[in-house]
């Protein structure tokens, strides 16, 4: 029998154990860096990635395709970045119902690793081509093989699930196999072919370059302004009329071959009448000039004085002849004894030098267009792989092409053709490697043809109706790219890397095509690696069909992304457990001229479709300042020191907080924030763990016995599975974090959690409404840790631990709960949307009373809540059945109203309060005249106590 509250034994009592109170011994502090491991530990003891595809192997697959990092360092944050958001996708559509394998991969070949071979060989004052190819290949091999297995480590630190003991690299033998097949596939169907024009070039590394290997820079260079005779015209030009260039690049006037006009440009004779001291134009010269620019280029040149001889538009000069400014030198031996014509280009433009083009056809693309492919110029080879002009190259053979600029001038001078000499800081491709500037060089190259077999329709139409891009701005990135895209180069000069493993016969100029043959190279590098392809003498490739003496075997290396552009071939189509096209390619955005550009390309060449159906980038990381992070400004982040510090998880939470599809920032001041973040998510979740001890289904009570703030809760729940589930399929992970975040904030720890506070701790058990609460905040639980699981990973094993032990599967095989489309009432949110504005209006008076010390806790007060009379009765109605008191958390409260006025609903409030009046119950602390009449319990706590003694008897 219970006890008599009023007998002497109860007088003084303390009640705690007759409360509910939290409780839980997952820790408040999380102590990550030091915990994350013991779960790594224990994921790789249990093989999750094995039990994942276990799980799922039936289901329909979503296959995220790794674009290779490259295997030649520490990873810095923008792998960790780009390794974070993959594993989030992967780890989501897992977890919605998919199977969702993911296969890291690591590019290999290429310059950055050749170079550090290189260093090596240098210091010994050995060049390169004096090693066996053999043996200069092995080592990078290992280099590469070395740094693998560094990022494979760094990788899963950061908690990456994937199949880290079989990934895919690049090198090796059964991918480099594949990637000379898909090589040898271009060149059966004649798009291969081998050309001459200009490219990238880096005197320095002595190989061409592809755009996705240049960086631009501040660069000072020498500009020039130079004056050619006419030798010929239709124009009526003065007597003595000179046309003059500008350019920035003097190491390329030996290889002048034309200038071009704009034949809608407006084009004046200016007359010098006076010049400036150490001018180089001299009163009387007659020069050509874009009427938009003479102004302009007097400042430059020094002129004082002149007059318009005369006017015309540029079509006018059409068949004008010109010549070099060293025609006829005297030690030139005729080398430039040429005519220049004069040719219309539609690249002309008066934004700046002098409305004329000089056009060195081996030394720019728009020169090679304009002159080679559309007139017919010959292009002549004038620099060699070191940047030094050839012997034959009249005048300055044998000089660098950086170092010439003072001789050239010094020339033009000679010559009379030096109008004007300065410098200019102008923005300048640079090898990312060296870092040193880079030149166009005109030299044979390996090509696919973008047009022979319709490669560039084919890619095009795949952008514009087969692939989803995200951010949508990215389709009209690639498109304009590859519509306006050369051919594409694919060869370098380098010795690490697959070879073009083609022959050429030496009389016809033709590559071989002959399936035997293709057949035994591809099965030799299959056997051997791209060895084979240095190491087997060229007859046993040819058979007894062919003569090696009748053929060069070409030894130039396919640029890195060929090789990165196969990986569909060799791992989404030849791996069982993947699958092409792939859903989603994912890196950053440079990757459109760079891997997503070559993938399309390759794949749309071989198999006219492109390899991936989705497409998403992310930005670039800028320091807390907005700064690109290089290693000079010393503002780089390490990935590793932020784990030391934080934690893997505050660095993924990182991630999806910002808007990764543009730049981010990244910094001590930003990491801090997000910590902040995750401790208020940490402690949502230790609330609800605290309170969800003993829960059982036995306890579990149905919706339509829930009181209404239950019933909203779970209204939200609906709300954000619907938003969760949609934004994860396109990718979109910052507006998720966004609204859990707030849900975890503002809806459940500032709202729902304060409001059930006294309920979960001073209801009895049985009672409906505790039921109610616990029954939801169970579906809550469920739902927000695995929401959150492929975002906070750790700390998600960590809270599905803590409530249900360590034997039971990982978080990470759960699959987000279905929500019940019953659980949607949009009525009730707009009815409790009002509800919490009033509640807002409480808040702020009782914080005042707080700051005025007239109270100390909420619940001792009492709030009247007034309306203007016409709103009185939908406040009324809106908290008709509710418990005010509840809702307000304070002891009493209840609804005036106010004089007639014109407000709205919300500003027509306004809350009265003052000290709640009786005694405070020593249980839950409300104050009320019941407790006098019960002794020290208010009623409802008086029935708790006497269910809870009767139970212990």
């Known amino acids: 029998m219970a006890a008599d509250k009023n007998t002497p034994e109860n007088e003084g009592r303390d009640y705690r154990d007759t409360v509910f109170l939290p409780k839980t011994d997952f820790p408040m502090r999380a102590g990550l860096p030091k915990r994350e491991p013991e779960f790594l530990k224990r994921w790789e003891e249990e093989n999750i990635y094995k039990q994942l595809r276990e799980d799922a192997k039936d289901r329909e697959k979503f296959i995220l395709h790794d674009g290779p990092p490259y295997a030649n360092g520490d990873i810095h944050i923008g792998h960790a970045m780009n390794k974070v958001l993959k594993d989030v996708i992967v780890k989501s559509q897992q977890m919605m119902g998919k199977n969702s394998p993911y296969v890291p991969g690591w590019d290999c070949h290429g310059l950055p690793i050749e170079w550090k071979i290189e260093e090596k060989y240098r210091k010994k004052k050995k060049n390169k081509d004096e090693v066996d190819p053999v043996e200069f290949r092995r080592e990078c091999r290992e280099f590469a093989a070395n740094w693998i297995g560094v990022q494979k480590e760094q990788f899963k630190r950061l908690g990456i699930f994937g199949d880290w003991e079989n990934p895919y690299t690049t090198m090796k033998f059964e991918a480099e196999a594949k990637i000379v097949e898909e090589l040898l596939k271009f060149a059966k169907n004649g798009s291969l072919y081998r050309g001459s024009k200009p490219v990238m070039w880096s005197p320095v590394e002595k190989t061409a370059l592809a755009e996705a290997e240049v960086e631009y820079h501040d660069h000072t260079s020498t500009q020039i302004d130079v004056a050619f005779d006419v030798v010929s015209t239709n124009a009526d030009l003065p007597e003595g009329a000179r046309v003059v260039i500008w350019t920035t690049t003097p190491w390329t ?116 267009v304009v002159a080679h492919v559309q007139n017919g110029i010959p292009v002549p080879y004038t620099v060699n792989e070191a940047g030094c002009y050839y012997d034959h190259v009249g005048l300055v053979a044998g000089q660098h092409v950086y170092k010439v600029a003072d001789n050239v001038c010094e020339l033009l001078t000679g010559v009379r053709a030096l109008m004007a000499k300065g410098k200019l800081v102008h923005s300048y491709p640079h090898s990312w490697r060296s870092k040193a500037p880079l030149i166009f060089r005109n030299t044979p190259q390996w090509f696919i043809s973008m047009s022979k077999t319709g490669l560039r329709d084919k890619a095009l139409k795949a952008i514009r109706e087969d692939v989803n891009f995200f951010p949508a701005a990215g389709k009209n990135r690639i498109e304009a790219m590859v519509a306006d895209r050369p051919d594409w180069v694919i060869s370098r000069q380098r010795a690490w890397g697959v070879p073009i493993t083609v022959f050429v016969n030496k009389a016809t100029g033709e590559v071989l095509n002959d399936d035997a043959v293709n057949a035994r190279i591809v099965n030799a590098v299959t056997n051997g690696g791209a060895d084979a392809w240095v190491a087997i003498p060229a007859q046993e490739f040819l058979g007894d069909d062919y003569n090696a003496e009748d053929y060069e075997q070409v030894h130039d290396i396919l640029d890195v992304w060929f090789d990165s552009g196969c990986t569909h071939a060799f791992v989404c189509e030849d791996r069982d457990d993947l699958q092409s096209p792939a859903d989603l390619y994912l890196e950053g955005s440079d990757q459109h001229r760079g891997w997503f550009q070559s993938s399309l390309l390759e794949s749309c060449g071989t198999r006219g479709v492109a390899p991936y159906k989705g497409v998403l980038t992310h930005g670039f990381t800028m320091d807390g300042e907005g700064r690109k992070m290089s290693k ?322």
């Open 632 to 953: 000079s400004l010393g503002n780089t982040v390490s990935p590793h020191k932020v784990i030391e510090q934080y934690g893997a998880d505050i660095l993924r939470l990182w991630v999806v907080a910002v808007d990764y599809t543009s730049d981010v920032r990244i910094g001590d001041e930003i990491m801090k924030g997000q910590a902040d973040a995750y401790r208020k998510i940490r402690n949502t979740m230790r609330y609800m763990l605290g309170n969800l001890v003993g829960f059982t289904e036995e306890e579990r009570l149905s919706e339509d016995k829930m009181p209404e703030l239950e019933r909203w809760v779970l209204h939200r729940l609906f709300e954000l599975d619907s938003m969760i589930k949609s934004k994860t399929n396109t990718y979109d992970f910052n507006p998720v974090f966004q609204a859990l975040y707030q849900f975890c904030i503002v809806d459940l720890s500032n709202f729902y959690f304060e409001i059930r506070k006294d309920c979960f701790y001073c209801d009895h058990p049985d009672d409906e409404r505790r039921r109610a609460a616990r029954t939801v905040l169970d579906a809550v639980f469920r739902r927000l840790v695995t929401w959150f699981a492929p975002v906070l990973s750790f700390t998600s094993e960590e809270v599905w631990q803590s409530r249900f032990g360590t034997d039971v599967p990982s978080v990470h095989r759960e699959l987000w709960l279905d929500t019940p489309a019953a659980w949607q009432n949009d009525a009730l949110a707009e009815k409790w949307a009002k509800i919490r504005t009033v509640k807002t209006a409480v808040n702020g008076k009782l914080e005042e009373m707080r700051r005025d010390k007239t109270i100390g806790s909420s619940l001792q007060a009492r709030v009247d809540v007034s309306i203007e009379a016409q709103h009185f009765e939908e406040l009324n109605t809106l908290f008709d059945g509710l418990d005010m008191d509840e809702i307000f958390i304070t002891s009493a409260a209840q609804l005036v109203s106010a004089p007639e006025g014109e407000q709205v609903f919300a500003d027509a409030l306004s809350v009265q309060a003052s000290v709640a009046e009786g005694q405070k119950c020593e249980r839950c602390w409300v104050v009320s005249p019941e407790v006098s009449e019960n002794g020290d319990l208010c009623n409802r706590c008086q029935s708790a106590v006497e269910k809870i003694d009767s139970a212990a008897v």
């Open 253 to 368: 006037i030996p290889a002048n071959r034309a200038v071009c006009y704009g034949p809608n440009v407006d084009y004046s004779v200016l007359e010098v009448t006076g010049v400036g001291e150490g001018a180089l134009v001299e009163a009387g010269d007659r020069l050509v000039i874009a009427s938009a620019l003479v102004s302009d280029f007097a400042a430059r040149a020094g002129i004082e004085g002149h007059s318009v001889v005369s006017q015309f538009k540029g079509e006018v000069l059409s068949g004008t002849v010109l010549s070099h400014p060293w025609r006829g030198h005297t030690d030139a031996d005729g080398h430039y004894d040429f005519d220049v014509p004069m040719l219309a280009g539609d690249h002309v433009t008066i934004d700046a030098g002098t409305g004329f083009v000089h056009t060195a056809p081996g030394h720019g693309d728009d020169d090679y």
